[in-house]
């Protein structure tokens, strides 16, 4: 479970942080570090429950 959320999280925090980052150039580190979490706990509550289910069988080996 750890290397399917992984490989869904690495990916996610390369696409966001290019996105993101230059729109917050001048904040301090611990705003943008805080927008990039308020982005991506929810993408990762509403995905990740349906990677679990969609690799059920694979995760439960």
């Given amino acids: 479970m750890l290397l399917l ?3 869904f999280v690495y990916p996610l925090i390369n696409i966001i942080i290019p996105v993101v980052f230059p729109l917050t150039e001048g904040w301090p580190m611990l705003l943008r570090t805080l927008l990039l979490t308020a ?6 509550g509403i995905v990740l429950p349906r990677l679990h289910q969609y690799f059920g069988v694979w995760l439960r080996k």
Wanted: hydrophobic share 80%; proline share 11%; no cysteine.
């Fill in 5 to 7: 959320n992984w490989l």
């Fill in 39 to 44: 982005l991506l706990v929810p993408i990762m």
